[in-house]
Every structure is written in structure tokens, then in C-alpha cells.
């Protein structure tokens, strides 16, 4: 089980080469003007039930291995010193270990895993013989869960709907009592976030610790992340418009998610939300949303593979290079780069394009402009050593302002564990309070919450 993994890219991940959907047809592809399964209609999955031929297979997971520890303490003496042979875990016999988890780690026999990335297609021959020069090696991590997606082809795949988003969070779980094994989940997820469990003969998947949020809390990977990097939040959006968002052209798939999430300072948005039957207490939380910022307000994360038209509703702001040290007219000096170099940690924007915008480079290039413009911005600040008009060409042509850089600086460096983890207050409880309560069920307002009780007590 990998629920939560994290991948070195270039690289082929895990499952091995999961990206790859012409191998497993996962998502959904554009059928004129509307959208389908890449993976079969309604009548070919009910004639192909019994054989699905787009899973990933042992090999692609790798073959679990334990060691033989007992032979470190139990060889004869002798001049060699013992070894703990590697033994598989399904065989029981002893193996030769050609795969494993993170065994593309930081770029190790990055000719053979990282050159197999299929994002590296939307670069040129020289472009990918150039990133695999020894003084060019660069790699950055992409940390991966379920997104939890809008329009999940985990759940359209599911032939007995074990699969379901939960109305009042958008949390994708799959109902243990209901999976009959099908495993068409885990082709029909183009990110293949479902995995079957032979031991339980079901699938699972990661559950974005619902127990944990249902009692306030952040989940665990949320919680734990030592670097800080992920933020949770709610997010209003209209749930009428994902069908003509999921059909769009490709390049016009980014903006248009960004348009289907709401505003939730917009007093009209807030009014329907009431009116629709969401709790208060939601659409405070939706007002502090740091994701809000994140992917509309500031457009610096993008949705992971959108082409895959499932709308994932988790959001990535892409790698920006480190730190270097020394500038020359407000530039940092790295040798002569170009600016896509200087920014991008030297991969070209068109493979982050390939990776979190469906090959258009405008959003990403939007979002890379805007991280160097809050660079230059904070670097005026503590170190002073730019003019103040470089500073404001970049936040000019960022299409930012010296407040907003001061917004993002504060959100990536300074804000608290309860600003970075807005969690809805008692989400589950209200719901089920709503539809177990006869007292309360005559004061729901239709759509599973609760009105603030008029009794005194
Ligand atoms: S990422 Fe999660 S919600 Fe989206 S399709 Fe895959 S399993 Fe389903």
C-alpha cells in the first residue's frame, strides 16, 4: 500500500510509468463536445468484467522482498563476512531486487528511470540530452495522495458503486463492504491512487484521514510534513459547471477549474451557499481557506495532470530553484541562463506545462513569474542589494503587487499551523445530527445541515 508516496521527477514514479495513459487508460478523454472513460463504455465493461487488461501488474508495484536476518547470525565461521539474502515476499524464494520503493530516489540510474518520464516527450531531443549531462542533473520532489478529485473516474469506473464522494467534504472513500474486487478503480484513476489489498480482497485508497478532520484536526500527512509545504482548505465551487469544465480543450482546462471554485468574499456567493444548505460554519472556513489564495487569488498551484479531466482537487505550486547567492543587475547569477533557467531549477517550463497544466505553459509561466517577483520582493527587503524599480518591473509584469508578495512570503514562512490547516469545524457530526435528529430534522435546511438551534440550551 502506497497511499501516500513521494516521487522524484523526472522519473517514472509508482506504479511505474502511472503517467503513461495510452498503457492504462486511466481518466477521461474529450468525445466532442462531452467526456468519456478512457476506459470503457457501459457495455464494455460489462463485457469485459471479468478481464481488465489496463491494471498495473506485480512488476509495476515491484515484487515485496524481506531478508533471510537469520543467516547473519547463524553462518559458520569463516573469512567472509555473512549476507542477508533478499527473499521474496509472494515466492518465498530467494530474488535479485530490480525495483523498489523510491528506487528512482534523487535521481539514482537516472538514465534509465528518470529518461523514461513520459513529461519529458514535450521537450526537444537536445533539451533531454542536455538534462542528463552530469553538470545539468536536476530533480525536485512531487509529493502524491488521492486528489480527491471533482469528477473521479475511480468512482464512474466502480461497476458496483463502492466508490463515493462524500457530499459534505468532497472525500473520496471506497465502501469496504461494498467492493466486490472489480479493480476497475484502479484503472479508471489516472493517478493511480487506488491499490487492491489481496490480503482483504478490496481496495483502498487514501481516505484524507476523515476520522482525523471529523474531530478538527488536520490529516496526518497534513500535520506531519517537517518542510510545511501542505496547506488544507475548503473551497466553495459550482458544482453545475464541472461537466463543460471537464470538456474543454486542453489548454483552457486550468482556467476554467479556477473558475468553477467561488468566492468566498463575495456576498452573493455566500448567500447561495446558505440558501443551497451550507452550514455557516463552512462557509467561514471557506473564507480563511489558504488553498483559496494558493489557486485563485494568487494563481501559483495547479492542478496535477488536469488533461486527465478528473479535476483533482489537490494543487501544486511548481519547484522554484533555490537560492543562489550573488546577482548582477538584479538577476541572479547563474551563469548567463535565461530566465526560464533561473527560475524553473534549469528543467525547461514546457515539462512543468506537461505536468500541471495540460501543455500550456501560460499558467505556469504565470505562476514561476509571480515566485520570482515575491524572491525579488523579499530580497529588496532583507538583503537590499536591488533597486526598488527591478523590484516593481517584476511584481509589474508578475501582475502582482508589493502587498500581495508580502501575502505570499507571509503564507510560505510565517503563517501558523491553525492559518496553514483550516479545517471545517465538526463537518460529519452536523450532517449526521441533521438526518438522526428528529428534533433538528424538522429545522434542516434540506441539504444534510443543520440552523443554529433556536432552544436555549
Ligand atoms: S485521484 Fe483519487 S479521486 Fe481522483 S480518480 Fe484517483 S482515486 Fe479517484
Known sequence: MWWNNVETKPGTG?????EDQGKYRGGWEKRGKSVRLRLHNRGEGLANIFYNPSLPSLDDYYEPWSYRYGDLTSAPSGDDQPVARPVSMITGREMTIEAGPNWDDDLGGSGIYAAGDINLAALTTEERQQLFLLE???????PRICNHCLNPGCVAACPTGAIYKRGEDGIVLVSQEKCRAW???????????????????????????????ETCQSPACFHSCVGRIRYLGTLLYDA??????????????????????????????????REDGVHEAIIEAAKKSPVYNFVKEWGLALPLHP??????????VPPLLPVA???????????GLPFDDQVTGRLPIRYFAALFAAG??????????????????RRRETVGDIPEELVQQALEEAGSTSQEAEAIYRMTSL??????????????????????????????????????PKRGW
Open 360 to 377: 500550456n505553459d501560460q499558467p505556469v509561466r504565470a505562476a514561476y513569474r509571480k515566485l520570482h517577483a515575491v524572491r525579488l520582493h
Open 14 to 18: 509508482y506504479p511505474t510509468l502511472w
Open 183 to 213: 479493480r476497475m478503480c484502479v484503472s479508471g484513476c489516472p493517478y493511480k491512487k487506488v491499490y487492491f489489498n489481496w490480503k482483504t480482497g478490496k481496495s483502498e485508497k487514501c481516505i484524507l484521514c476523515y476520522p482525523r478532520q
Open 325 to 335: 547567492a550573488t546577482m548582477e543587475d538584479g538577476k541572479y547569477d547563474l551563469g
Open 415 to 452: 503563517a501558523t499551523f491553525a492559518e496553514r490547516h483550516v479545517v471545517p469545524p465538526f463537518l460529519r457530526e452536523m450532517a449526521i445530527e441533521a438526518t438522526t435528529d428528529p428534533f433538528e430534522r424538522k429545522e434542516s435546511t434540506g441539504a444534510g445541515f443543520i440552523r443554529p
Open 240 to 273: 453545475d459547471g464541472i461537466e463543460r469544465c471537464a470538456s474543454l480543450p486542453d489548454h483552457e482546462l486550468v482556467e476554467a477549474q479556477r473558475e468553477l471554485i467561488l468566492d468566498p468574499g463575495d456576498p452573493r456567493v455566500c448567500q447561495k451557499a
Open 136 to 142: 545539468r542533473l536536476v530533480f525536485f520532489h512531487l
Open 307 to 316: 488533461e486527465a479531466r478528473t479535476l483533482p482537487m489537490l494543487f501544486y
